[in-house]
């Protein structure tokens, strides 16, 4: 079993910084790649970022490419989202999740998941 819960969400204006991080708990962690979805209100959960299991590979959503690093500390069993340059668009239900495969990217494809913590990016 896997334990997550995200922190960090909260209320910020547009082009300023956030950083979301996420705990895990449970028998695994350092083999797992994490990921980060979103989902707003009345859309599809959707993809986000996701590491690897050691940190070294990272892949991105096009829409925050360049804007969003996400990184993870195996010691800590944490896995963070920095996002910066937040635009109104990127307000959503932020996740964590985990995947035993680096290589898919839908929501489907991830086990478990955190509760969700809340983005909120004002104009």
């Known amino acids: 079993q896997v334990h997550l819960v995200e922190s960090g969400g909260g209320l910020v204006q547009a082009g300023g910084s956030l950083r979301l991080s996420c705990a895990a708990s449970g028998r695994t962690f350092s083999n797992d790649a994490m990921g980060w979805f979103r989902q707003a209100p009345g859309k599809e959960r959707e993809f986000v970022a996701i590491i690897n299991f050691n940190g070294g590979i990272t892949d991105y959503a096009e829409s925050v490419k360049g804007r969003f690093t996400i990184s993870r500390d195996n010691g800590k069993k944490m896995v963070y989202l920095q996002m910066s340059s937040l635009k109104p668009e990127d307000t959503a239900v932020y996740y964590c999740?985990?995947?035993?495969?680096?290589?898919?990217?839908?929501?489907?494809?991830?086990?478990?998941w955190g509760q969700g913590t809340q983005v909120t990016v004002s104009s």
């Open positions: 999740a985990r995947t035993l495969s680096f290589q898919r990217r839908t929501a489907a494809s991830f086990d478990y």
